[in-house]
């Protein structure tokens, strides 16, 4: 039995190996250029996410003018116009904030950390609507041309794409990007055919509709009132917020853009508005000039598409690729909240807003926990609201547009403040001035009209999310107090006696200590070792691994100043055990996995040091909580294990912290 399990572990480790691929090689010079975005690859990963929400925005904004359709018209141009002002602004985000991250470090940076948990947990619930909205989306899109006895499938269906997604996205970004490039061409072609058309068969439907317009708005202001009629217009247009809810994807996701990053982002950010201005505007247009009405079990894109290609060799089919394709842009749409929500994550766990092993990467240079968090609630979502797009995209815009107007309020404030030192700050201010009025406008009227529709959920989730990421703040700070007077008691330790300056001798006892960076704690550690184990050692190696995490693997230059750091810390801690009487050296690695490296380390060490044993540090608290081992990891157990499983001593020596 002992002869099979290795086999058996082995054949199980190569197939996860193969579906969610080997690791990335962190020493290649090209790694970064190679797994960084173009901006046509840019424009596909992230705005899909944007242009996807034609899909949906304004038919939800068409369904709300009711019988007072003839507003459509004011509504495809404001939809335009307000793609153009929103995205513009958040190019000038791009700019003063090019490694990314969004709305939360936007809001952190520049109105405090308060407003940025907040922007950052509607970021997080927003991203996980991107997901269960997109797909559910694309679920409508692709059984409308199904009977409806089979629409029950929906939400099992959409679970599967989900997981497919997961899958894709361990992988790494730009392989799931790459795959789903190609559907979001065909969308890109079959919608420019599909509109053009519409709109140029029905040319000479424009001067009756310009009459009916003038003719609805003296029947409306004579029945109504001009008050009534901008309510009416207002509603259908907060109602439609779906429409912008993707344009902050790519602010979110420079990271992984090519260098020049602010520049592929700015492109990106054309390419994005450009296509989903045309596509939301031309396609309330074509709701107009057709007069579309509601079909059930069909979205109004499949109503156009079947009237304008009923008549066209294969029409039906034609139809059908069209509406696919749209379905199918939906789910390269997911991606945005899969390559942003665990960046944001990422970002608030490095601040700790949330767990810290969620800034850590995967072996394929993936944030892991996080995709599979994203995941899993997008999951839950679906079976909550049954795949329900009316009910999504409430509980969607409402997170969006709180980010939105906590990004314009926090650039408003930011060239109020620079108007002395930047002689275009009126016109930069003037931009996110009107952006924010905008997005307050959609944001308020969308809470009072859909509270009891959804609303009132997503806020309660986003006011849960918030009350969280202030326990864990709560107690990393206690943690970090406790650790400060660790720091203020052992980093100066006084030493006498002669230092140390033999080499290290492979024959003699060895204590091999782990340590992170120079602190208190590493120091604790090592005198433990000397009180509980007075004069067994002569040698202390220390051993360190540099943690790649989503904080530090933005460039070359980051990673490198990483590594540097972790070599002065362990210079320091040779040093200190020389001061000491010790003979020391130090091994390091720079890694995305701790315990692998650190035990493929120890291993090493071992086989040239046998009289060695391996020591670490761990926190202990007075009363262990349910939520200790989430919010620390347990990498000095899973270390132990692996370590005494290959017959190396392994000693965890505990640290107390009071909190």
Same mark, same amino acid.
């Given at each position: ?466 009350? !969280? @990421?202030?326990? $864990?703040?709560?107690?990393?700070? &206690? ?5 400060? %007077? *660790?720091?203020?008691? =052992? ?109 493929? !380390? @120890?291993?090493? $060490?071992?086989?040239?040091?046998? &009289? ?5 540090? %761990? *926190?202990?608290?007075? =009363? ?36």
């Amino acid at each position: 039995m002992n002869d099979k399990k290795p086999a058996a572990e082995s054949w199980l480790q190569r197939c996860i190996r193969t579906i969610l691929g080997g690791p990335k090689h962190l020493k290649d010079p090209q790694l970064f250029h190679t797994m960084s975005l173009i901006p046509i690859l840019a424009w596909v990963g992230l705005g899909a996410d944007g242009l996807s929400s034609s899909a949906y925005g304004p038919e939800e904004a068409f369904r709300a003018l009711g019988s007072h359709t003839y507003l459509a018209l004011l509504l495809a141009a404001f939809t335009a116009l307000t793609v153009f002002i929103i995205s513009y602004a958040y190019s000038r985000i791009i700019e003063h904030f090019p490694h990314g991250g969004g709305g939360y470090i936007v809001a952190t940076h520049l109105l405090g950390e308060k407003a940025g948990v907040v922007s950052g947990s509607a970021l997080l619930v927003d991203y996980v609507m991107t997901i269960t909205i997109s797909i559910a989306s694309c679920c409508d899109a692709i059984f409308s041309y199904l009977p409806v006895s089979y629409h029950h499938y929906k939400v099992p269906v959409a679970c599967l794409l989900t997981i497919l997604l997961i899958i894709l996205n361990v992988r790494g970004v730009k392989e799931s990007v790459t795959v789903l490039a190609p559907i979001f061409m065909i969308f890109v072609v079959t919608h420019l055919i599909m509109l053009v058309y519409g709109v140029s068969i029905h040319a000479e439907r424009f001067a009756p509709v310009l009459n009916d317009f003038g003719s609805g708005i003296r029947h409306d202001a004579s029945s109504i009132g001009m008050i009534g009629i901008m309510l009416l217009f207002l509603r259908a247009y907060s109602l439609g917020g779906g429409t912008y809810t993707g344009i902050e994807a790519v602010s979110n996701g420079l990271q992984i853009m090519r260098e020049p990053r602010v520049q592929t982002g700015k492109r990106t950010m054309v390419y994005m508005a450009v296509s989903l201005a045309f596509t939301a505007g031309v396609l309330l247009l074509c709701y107009l000039l057709m007069a579309v009405k509601p079909v059930e079990g069909k979205t109004l894109n499949a109503v156009v598409a079947d009237a304008l290609f009923s008549s066209w060799p294969m029409g039906r089919w034609i139809a059908f690729i069209t509406i696919f394709s749209e379905g199918a842009l939906l789910l390269v749409a997911a991606q945005a909240g899969f390559v942003d929500g665990p960046r944001v994550m990422s970002n608030m766990a490095i601040d700790s807003w949330f767990p810290h092993r969620f800034a850590a990467l995967s072996e394929r240079l993936t944030m892991r926990n996080g995709i599979l968090l994203m995941g899993t609630a997008a999951i839950a979502l679906l079976f909550y609201t049954g795949g329900s797009v009316s009910a999504l995209v409430v509980m969607y815009s409402i997170n969006v547009f709180i980010t939105f107007s906590l990004s314009q309020l926090g650039m408003s404030r930011f060239f109020i403040r620079r108007r002395e030192e930047d002689p275009q700050w009126i016109r930069h201010l003037s931009v996110h001035l009107v952006g924010l009025v905008l997005c307050v406008t959609i944001l308020t009227i969308t809470i009072f009209e859909k509270f009891t529709e959804g609303g009132w959920m997503t806020l309660l989730i986003t006011s849960i999310v918030i009350g !969280l @990421c202030y326990l $864990i703040k709560q107690h990393y700070l &206690r943690v970090r107090r406790g650790m400060a %007077q *660790l720091d203020e008691t =052992l980093l100066d330790f006084p030493t006498s006696g002669p230092v140390n300056t033999a080499p290290v001798k492979h024959a003699d006892p060895t204590a091999i200590q782990l340590v992170s960076g120079y602190s208190g704690f590493g120091v604790h550690t090592l005198l433990s070792i000397l009180t509980t184990f007075p004069k067994t050692y002569k040698n202390v190696i220390f051993v360190s691994v540099a943690m790649i995490d989503s904080g530090s693997f933005k460039g070359r230059e980051e990673m490198a100043a990483l590594e540097q750091s972790v070599k002065e810390g362990l210079e320091k801690y040779v040093n200190l055990a020389r001061r000491l009487g010790f003979a020391a050296d130090y091994r390091m690695a720079v890694a995305t996995d701790v315990v692998e490296s650190a035990t493929e !380390l @120890c291993r090493q $060490i071992a086989e040239v040091f046998p &009289r060695s044993t391996v020591f670490t540090g %761990q *926190l202990t608290f007075r =009363l262990e909580k349910f939520y200790h081992k989430m919010l620390h990891n347990e990498t000095a157990f899973a270390i132990q294990r692996r370590l005494q499983w290959d017959g190396l001593t392994t000693v965890i020596l505990p640290i107390r912290v009071r909190i």
